[in-house]
């Protein structure tokens, strides 16, 4: 119970490509392609971005406003 075998993912294709039709199928997976593409570069720019230290942005920090 539960997983699905090779046959019912092609065959689930083979329906989501003839409701769909061929050229909005091929559309909508270059979006996804694309989407992870962004997906992958965002992570990879995030990995680039020097990290600071806890010191660093202690002393960066504003000092907090004192009432009275």
């Not at 997983?3 to 050229?23: D, T």
């Not at 992870?36 to 971005?49: N, S, T």
Request: proline share 3%.
């Amino acid at each position: 119970m539960g997983g699905f075998s090779l046959m019912h993912w092609l065959l689930f294709g083979g329906v989501a490509i003839l409701v769909l039709g061929g050229g909005r199928f091929s559309a909508m997976m270059g979006d996804v392609a694309k989407g992870v593409k962004q997906f992958k570069k965002g992570l990879a720019d995030e990995d680039d971005a020097k990290p600071t230290s806890r010191i660093d942005a202690k002393a960066e920090a504003e000092p907090a406003a004192k009432d009275g």
